[in-house]
């Protein structure tokens, strides 16, 4: 290290979850710099453009939260308070409603870029002592359904694979992702692996051409809302064709007979025809994922922001079994994780339907577990509210108070317009954050300001189950406090006990010892060894283990009789059908140097540079028959809201889909630009995942007057 440089500190990237590790430097003046960690297993010293700059979301204060603010009514301006009036006031309101409404009348709203510890806490205040079951989190958004579909075919919500399995895979099947620009540093890992071994094999399943089709030996443009029955006309010919793996199917699976009387209930020109997928297409991804001898199924938001997202992770996950792919070297379904820490989420049992240690919250052994761990009288059986229930609810008036911590509801929900509602008739608002401006912070009665990536330290888990420790660097500015330390100083006003907790080790040393046991057992896993390793992947069940980068490798599945479960998916779930007034089929995603709602990549000018305004991209036909040129502004809009902004006519986007990115706000950037003002608040049944990639719209070029 140079002269310059005083101290240097390895931490883990705080936007997506590939999870790469950073080694943040710091000068006498405090000044920060960012570089990639070579000694990091999963990205080598490699980073993004995203990653290459988070060091400026750290040293840009111009729209941190720096105190407590608060506002006796909602006649009053927000003041600011100290800290203990803040919390006192958190607890005399959160004390009143649950006295007169009951406990289900409060709520907490959090995210998967809280750390494991934050996550922990916050379910044990509320799961465990404030009563109800009301904590849900933003990766309801991004992963329930994997979660669900992880449970019902392998028994638990375990990701059985690792990034080094890319490298020994000789099949990549991407579908519903774009990790060219939403998980870089992964897609770096298999264009090396692919230039070095041109016999690799990707196809990119996607309605867009995007820049992870640039890699692809085969794009499968497929229909929004039919990729399951992509993935069972696939799985029809590996059957037909003999190509499926007998005896893993006899040892280790169960419903393999009901699962394939139903697929063959429909010809490959059945499928290709809902699908939209030529069918010589259909067969050559089928031959090319029979033939492999290592078949890596990848997937995100593009399966799991769907009505239908558990049916379409079921009928993905299946290919896995049927092939017998799974629990051997490059072989595996994989769900990747749009959050840095959306997988230490589920560890902790941050969904409202869970408990700590992928504990069922509907199972009373596990909530008798956990309740006696607490040293509390019971844990409610009623699951809590969902992240679209909660809002639904406060719009109702059912339920009163909500704490937010560290997301922007305002922009990220489904239908924007029933959240900013909900927001306004609930009768309190309590907004963590470390920015005094987002679109949500409006709302709030009580602003309590977080401390920041780097003025921090705990833990997080990126999508390969890897634990990685990120350590503090810099204070936080003003007042402003690590969140658990903020749930810690609620809880003791609150009068609860098991919450003295002296630091981020301690809380991260109990949630382990929740875990003995567990299909995720951690226990072996001091945070001393973790602190001095950087990372590893669970599970660690001893002191001397070296963690786990493949699981099932035995061949044995965590259900009860540990065979995985092949299942039917039945009819398609129901999603907004276009219709003569909204034709279109609206579809909603990232772009490359954005993250989630800009409130911190938004501060970035170099981030800019590659795409600085929000866009509606339209196939040539479809703006061509509503006289739309390139560039020119275009209204988009449907019952719930619009949105205007400029066309971007390309073929790159299937005929009759239009697509939006989801990162802009209403009140922060350009009005009207807010994706989510389009979007419905329909859910899948099981995971309560909502459908963002599937909306009925109609477009027209604006005339501006
Ligand atoms: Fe960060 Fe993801 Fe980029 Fe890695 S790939 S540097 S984790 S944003």
Redesign the pocket.
Known sequence: MSQKWEESHKT?????????G?VVSKDKKGRLKVK?DESHP??KG???????N?HYTVMDQSDRLLKPEMRWSRRHPMAEVSWDTAIGRAAAVFKTFIKEHGPDSVGFYVSGQCLTEEYYLANKLVKGFLGTNNIDTNSRLCMSSAVVGYKETLGDDTVPISYEDIELSDCIFIAGANPAW??????RRIEKHKADNPDVKIIVVDPRVTDSCGLADLHLQVQPGTDMFLFHAIGKYLIEQNMVDEEFIRKHTNGFEAYAHEIKSRSLQEYAAMCRVPIDSIIEAARIIGQSKGFITMWAMGLNQSTAGVNQNLALINLSLITGKIGKPGCGPFSLTGQ?NAMGGREVGGLSNLLAAHRNLANPTHRKEVADFWGVDAIQEKPGLTATEMFESLKSGKMKAIWIICTNPSVSMPNARLVDEALKAAKFVIVQDISRKSDTTQYADLLLPAASWLEKEGTMT?SERRISHLAKVVDAPGMALPDSEILIRFAKAMGFHGFDFNNPAEVYEEYTRLTKGTSIDVSGLSYHKLKRAGSIQWPVPSSDHPGTPRLFENGKFLTQDQRANILGTGAQTAHEEPSEDYPLILTTGRIRDQ?HTMTKTGKVAKLKKHIDRPFLEIHPDDADFRDIRDGDPVRIYNDRGDVQVAAKVTASIKKGVVFLPMHWGKKLNIDLSRANNLTSEAVDPKSKQPGFKFSAVEVLRHLIP
Not at 12 to 18: I, K, N, T
Not at 46 to 52: A, E, I, N, V
């Open positions: 883990v990237c705080s936007y997506c979850g590939v999870g790469c950073i990639g999963v990205n490699m980073l993004c453009s995203k990653g290459m988070l939403c998980h870089p540093i992964l897609f840095p990126n993250w």
